[in-house]
C-alpha cells in the first residue's frame, strides 16, 4: 500500500496530462501523474503519422515524437528539481468528490492518493460496433481503427488483407493511407452523413492521395462471415437512416475498420459526481475548466474531443492553471457564475459557463459547428459587445474552432457563427 | 428409480408426460396414426397437404416429408401435427420452397476420424458441453464410471448456453404435466448449493409480474394458477400495495399496480459461467473434456432378431469423432442443436430441431435496471403478435447488474446462423419500458438458437430404439433453470440400465464437490488487494479498464482445469472485454497474454475458433500467410 499525498493528481499521462503535470510544476507545486500504461504519452505512442505541433512548436511532427518532446521536458523538469511524481502501470479504480483516489498498480499493490486537486485526462474511448448496429453474425474482423493502429504500428502483425472503413473520423482516415502503405486493399471508406468526419487535410492527404474512394452518406447494413469476415453489405442512407432499397452491394472484405466517433471517457468523472454536458459527453466545465465539483478540474478529450493534440495541451494547461488559482485561493466552495450560451451553427462548446469576475479576463473558448458552412464569422459577445471575431473561409464540425476573449466582470458570453458572404 | 429426487405425480399417481411415453404401437395403430396426422394437414394445410406424406413408428413418432410452400408453414405445420393425439413427436424431412434446409456435412470430419485409431475407452461419452452437458458430467463425476466429453467447438458454452439471458426460470409461464416443469421446478430448488459449491454468481431474485388495469386479473391467476399446479416455490398473488411493498421504485416510474404475481423462485445467472464451472469440477474431478472434437457417427451394433428402428434393435459401441474412435458403453445426447442428428446417427429419430432464433441486446451498465427484482408489467395485448411456443423475454438483467433486453423468435432454417437483424432490433426495442434505456445504450447485441423440437418439450430419457444412448436433447427455455434437474435424471438413467446389466455403478471415492470461486479483485476492499497483489503483482496490472480486470485474473483462467485458447474463451470466463468498449483498448493486450502463456505466436490467436484468427501476418517479414510462422 502506498499513501501519496500531493497538490494535484492528474489522471492520465497523456498529452492533456503531460501538459498540464508541467504547468503545475512550473507553478512551483506538486504533483503525480497516474498513467495506466507502462510508459507516457497515451494515444499518441501510436501515432506515427506526421501532422502533429503545427501550432506547438511551428512544425509537423510525429505523434510518438510529438509526446515525447513533452516527456524530455518533464524529464529535465524533474532533474531541475520540480516534483512531478510518475506513476506508471497504474490505473485510478476510484475517485471520491473530496479529491480521494484510490488506483492500482503491479508495485505497489494499492495506492492512495490524497489530492488538493484533481486534473482529468483520461482520454476518450472509440465507438464500437454496437453503437452503430452492425448487423449480422460477429465474425472476426470488425475492429476499431485505434486497435487496427495499435495492432498494426505498435505490435507490428496487419490485421486483414482487404480492408473496408466505416466512418470518416481522422482515426480512419489516417488508418486508410497506413493500411494502403502497408499493402492492404482498402476498398474505401463509407461515412453516414453528407460530410466528411476528419478533417480536410486528412481527406486529401489520406485518402485522395492514395485513390481511396470516401463514400458519404453510406452505410454497412450488414457484415457476412460467421468466423472470419467475409464481406459487408454496404448501401445508400435514406432520410429515414435505413439502406434505400437497390443500392445495396457486396464488398467481400475480411477486415472492417470502425472510425465512428470518439467517447470522452468519464467513467471516473461520473462516481465523483461530475455533472456531464450531453452535448460535449464531457464534464460541465468554467473558464478555469473546474467542473461543477470544486477543485476537480478536466483536460484534453475527456472535457471535449479535440481534432488537434495542440489544443488537447493548451487545455491541459488551462486546468493546470486553474487548478493552481484554486489552490492558490483556499479552495472555495462556491463560486458564482454566468452561462456560456450558443449561437447559431454552434454545437459542442467549452467552457459551458464563466465566473461572475472581478475584472476583465481573457478567456479562450473551444467550439465545433453543427453542420458545413462558407464564409462566416465566429464571434464572441456578450450584452450586444463583440468581445472578439475570427473569420473564417470554411468551417467544418470534424474542425475545432478556437477564439480568445476579453470577458468584462459580470459578462455572459455568447459564442455565435455569422454568415459574413 | 434412482433420481435423487421425488418425481412429480398427478392424481392418477403417474406422471403426465410419461403416459405418451409408455405407448406402444401395432402396424395397424401405426397406419390410423398416419392417416389421422394426413387429415390434419389436408384440414390444416390444403394448399400443400397433396405433397406432405407421413409415417409413424411403434412410439407414435411420426416421419414427415414432402414440400412445403415456406419455412415458416414447415414450422406451423410440424407444429400442429405435434399436437395431433397419439402423436409423440415429429420428424421432419420436408423441404421448403423458399428457403434452403442447409444440413451439416460430417464427412470431413468421418474421414480424418476414420483416418486416425482408436482415440480412447470409457463407459460414457457425454456429447455436448453447454450447459446440459456439462452438468452432466459433473453429477457422474461422482460415480465410478469413466466419462468423457466431447465437444465440437472450440470451448464449452459455444451454442445456444453462450447466447441466453441466463434466466433460473420459476414455472409460472411452463406447461403443466410437460417434462419441462418437472426438470424447471426440481432443477430450480438445486441453484442454491450449486452456486455455493461451484462458486459462480447467482442472483435469486424473484419475479414480481403486475397488472394495472383489472380485467388482466384473470390472465394473472392464470399464471399463478400454473405456478401452483407445477409445485414452483411459494408463487403469491398479491395486491397493489404489496406489489410496492416489494418493489418500491415501481410508483417512482408513475405504475400503478391493482394486482401481482410474486415468485420468489425467479434467479439469474451469467449460465457460460456455470458451464465453465461445471465443466472445471467435473474435469477436476476426473472427467475427459476433449473440445474441438465433433462426432460426426455414433457406433451400434444390431440385436439380433430385432427389425432395425424397432424396440431395442440397437447397442451403443461408440462414437467416432474426427479425431478418433472412443468405445463407450452410453453415449449421452447434449448437442443441443444437433441433438437430433446424433440421435438419428444412433439410429434413433425421435424428433427434429427446428432452430429458434432469439436476440438480446446488453445495455451499458451506466443504465442500471429499473427494479431490484425481476418486475414486469403483464400486458396481455402486447403479448399478441408473440411466437406461442417461446416466453417472448422481456427487460431482464445479469447477476452483474446489466441490463438485457429481448429476446425474440425467429424460426430460421439454419442451425449456424445466429445473426443479428434490424428487424428483430426493432421487436427489442419495443420490449424495452426503461425511459432511460435507448439503442444508443447498447453495447453488444447478439443472437442465439434455442434448440426447439416440434413437441416444444425436453427429450430425455433412455432410447427405445438403441440402448445405451441416453437422450438430454432439445433443451431450450427453460432450460438453464432446469439443468442440475437434468443431469440427475440422466445420471439416474444410466445407473439404473447398469444396475439391469449387473454392472452397478459405485461412487468415486475422491469427488470433490467445490470448485473455488475465481479471484475476482473488484469484489474485494483495498486492504485485501494490497495483500493480494504483494503475493501476485499480476494482479495489480487492469487489463480491461471497462470491467476492471486484471492480468492475474486472465492468467488464472489460463490456468484452469479447462484450458481457454481464444479471446471469446477468455472474456466468458473473466469478463475482460465484456464491457462498453468491448475490447477496443484491452484485446490486443489480452492477445498477447494468450500467445505468451499458451506459447504460441500471436497469428495464431483466435477470436473465437479455428478460422477466426485475429492477425493475418507480420508486417516485417512474416510469411504472408495465415498462421504462417514456426
Known sequence: ?????????????????????????????????????????????????????????????????????????????????????????????????????WATNPTDGMVHVRAGAVILAMGCRERTAAQVLLHGERPQGVITAGAAQRYINVEGYLPGTHAVILGSGDIG????????????????????????????????????????????????????????????????????????????????????????????????????????????????????????????????????????????????????????????????????????????????????????????????????????????????????????????????????????????????????????? | MGYGFVLLQDEQGERPWQRIRAQRLDAAQREELAARVLACVAERFPDVAAGISASCDFRGVVTLSGQCASYQQLCDLAHAVAKVAGVRNVVSDMTAADVDIPRRDYSTWIAAGEKACLLAECDVVVVGLGIVGAAICRELSRTDLRVIAVEAAEDVACGASKANNGGVHHAGGVTPGTLKAEMSVLGNRMWDQLADELGFSFDRCGDLLYVEDPEDIDELADEFKTAVRNGDWRPRLIDGKQCLEIEHTLAEYGHKPVMGLWMPSQGRVNTYEVVVALAENAAANGVRVMLDTPVCRVETERIAGVEDGEEGSRRITGVLTSRGLIRCRYVVNAAGAYSDEISAMAGDRLFTIHPRRGTIAIIDKAKPPMYRHL?????????????????????????????????????????????TTDEELGFIMAINENPEVSERDIIRLFAGSRPADFSEDFQIGMSEVTRGLVQAGAIQSPGVGSSPAIACMVAGIIREDAAREERPVGENPAFNPRRDRPVRLRELSHEERDALIAERPEYGRIVCRCEGITEGEILDVLRAPIVPRSIDAIKRRCRAGMGRCQGGFCQPRVLEIIARELGCDPTEVCLHGPGSEVLRCDSRGGSGEVSGRA
Not at chain 2, 408473440?386 to 430460421?412: C, H, Q, W
Open chain 1, 1 to 101: 500500500m502506498r499513501e501519496l499525498s500531493v497538490d494535484v493528481a492528474v489522471i492520465g499521462g497523456g498529452p492533456a496530462g503531460l501538459a498540464a503535470a508541467l504547468e503545475v510544476a512550473h507553478r512551483g507545486r506538486s504533483c503525480a501523474i497516474l498513467e495506466r500504461n507502462t510508459e507516457l504519452g497515451g494515444i499518441l505512442q501510436q501515432c506515427i503519422h506526421d501532422g502533429f505541433g503545427l501550432l506547438r512548436f511551428g512544425e509537423s511532427v510525429s505523434g510518438c515524437t510529438y509526446a515525447q518532446r513533452f516527456i524530455d521536458r518533464l524529464e529535465a523538469a524533474r532533474t531541475d528539481g520540480a516534483r512531478i511524481e510518475v506513476l506508471l502501470d497504474t490505473m485510478v479504480l476510484e475517485l471520491a468528490a473530496n479529491r480521494e483516489i
Open chain 1, 173 to 421: 482516415l489516417i488508418m486508410a493511407r497506413r493500411m494502403a502503405l502497408e499493402g492492404i486493399e482498402v476498398e474505401g471508406v463509407y461515412e453516414i452523413m453528407d460530410h466528411p468526419g476528419g478533417l480536410a487535410r486528412n481527406v486529401v492527404q489520406c485518402l485522395e492521395d492514395y485513390g481511396i474512394p470516401l463514400r458519404l452518406s453510406h452505410m454497412v447494413s450488414r457484415v457476412h462471415g460467421k468466423h472470419r469476415l467475409e464481406g459487408v453489405t454496404v448501401a445508400a442512407r435514406g432520410a429515414d437512416g435505413k439502406p434505400v432499397a437497390g443500392t445495396e452491394r457486396y464488398v467481400p472484405c475480411d477486415l472492417l475498420v470502425l472510425a465512428v466517433g470518439l467517447i470522452p471517457e468519464n467513467e471516473l468523472s461520473k462516481q465523483a459526481g461530475v455533472e456531464l454536458d450531453p452535448v460535449t459527453r464531457g464534464p460541465m466545465l468554467d473558464d478555469t475548466f473546474m467542473t461543477n465539483v470544486p477543485g476537480i478540474f478536466a483536460s484534453g478529450n475527456v472535457s471535449i474531443v479535440f481534432d488537434l493534440v495542440d489544443y488537447v495541451s493548451e487545455s491541459g494547461e488551462l486546468a493546470a492553471r486553474g487548478a493552481c488559482a484554486w489552490l492558490d485561493a483556499g479552495c472555495p466552495d462556491e463560486r458564482p457564475y454566468l452561462p456560456v450560451t450558443t449561437a447559431g451553427n454552434v454545437g459542442a462548446c467549452v467552457p459551458q459557463r464563466v465566473q461572475v469576475g472581478d475584472g476583465p479576463r481573457d478567456l479562450r473558448f473551444f467550439c465545433r459547428v453543427q453542420h458545413p458552412a462558407e464564409r462566416v464569422e465566429l464571434r464572441v459577445v456578450a450584452g450586444g459587445v463583440i468581445l472578439a471575431r475570427k473569420r473564417l473561409v470554411a468551417v467544418a464540425p470534424a474542425s475545432m474552432l478556437s477564439l480568445e476573449a476579453r470577458v468584462p466582470a459580470g459578462a455572459a458570453p455568447t459564442l455565435e457563427i455569422v454568415e459574413v458572404g
Open chain 2, 375 to 419: 418486475t414486469g408489467h403483464m400486458n396481455p395485448e402486447k403479448k399478441q403478435g408473440r411466437d406461442p411456443n417461446s416466453k417472448g423475454g422481456g427487460m431482464e438483467f445479469t447477476p452483474d447488474r446489466n441490463i438485457l433486453i429481448g429476446p425474440s423468435a425467429t424460426e430460421v432454417p439454419d442451425k449456424q446462423e445466429t445473426r
